[in-house]
């Protein structure tokens, strides 16, 4: 199994609502990102987790709540997000967040629409 | 301050070679890598430079040069399918820092 998944695909929430992001991988990669990347732009690194630790919070608002129950799964809990949020939500993996090449494997991503 | 630029938009010819530049200033240098987004999905990893020199692989080359802050990609025999977004990222510590992408489009 060499693959990223992430649910939903596609997301439309109001400001008021709760939602979660999932991620998933099993290729025993022990570093997880959450990126964020608006239409025409580069993905923007959000959040690192390294060994199920949270490494990097790149100063995200605490609207976004990032979790790693166990190596394998990322979630995102999202609450009272504001339209400007809107934007497709990356999850990467990678071996270790250092170190050799390490490069990051990247899910499908979550397109994220708020009203 | 972090600073990756490359060329916003390229065009080029189906069959022909086409070089894409990236120049970098951070603060930090764990190496650099070339990733290919189509419109849509997600970003895919294309290469990976941290020694200076030219790594082949493929229709696909990259080149580093660290004291001059500069790497290319070079598509050689080019298909309408590298059609896509192509981006130069850094890795400062453990963090990708990603430039804005260049578009390629490849007309027959």
């Known amino acids: 199994d060499t693959e990223v998944t992430q649910t939903p695909k596609h997301l439309v929430m109001g400001m008021t609502n709760k939602k979660s992001l999932k991620c998933e991988q099993h290729m025993g990669h022990r570093a997880m990102y959450w990126y964020k990347q608006k239409a025409k732009k580069p993905p923007e690194l959000m959040f690192v987790?390294?060994?199920?630790?949270?490494?990097i919070n790149e100063s995200v608002p605490s609207r976004f709540s990032p979790e790693c129950p166990n190596s394998s799964l990322l979630n995102l809990h999202l609450h009272a997000l504001q339209p400007e949020d809107s934007a497709l939500y990356l999850c990467?993996?990678?071996?270790?967040?250092?170190?050799?090449?390490?490069?990051?494997?990247f899910g499908p991503g979550t397109r994220l629409t708020v009203l | 301050g972090q600073n990756i630029d490359q060329p916003t938009e390229m065009t080029a010819t189906e069959g022909a070679i086409v070089q894409i530049n990236c120049t970098y200033q951070t603060s930090g240098f764990n190496g650099l890598f070339w990733y290919q987004q189509h419109a849509g999905e997600a970003p895919t990893f294309l290469s990976y430079n941290v020694l200076d020199g030219l790594e082949e692989k493929g229709r696909f080359s990259s080149f580093l040069s660290r004291s001059k802050g500069y790497s290319y990609l070079l598509l050689k025999e080019l298909q309408m399918k590298d059609s896509a977004s192509y981006l130069c990222?850094?890795?400062?510590?453990?963090?990708?820092?990603f430039g804005a992408g260049t578009r390629l489009a490849v007309h027959p």
């Open positions: 990222a850094v890795r400062d510590d453990n963090k990708l820092i």
């Open positions: 987790y390294s060994y199920e630790k949270l490494s």
């Open positions: 990467a993996s990678s071996l270790r967040d250092s170190g050799g090449i390490n490069e990051q494997f």
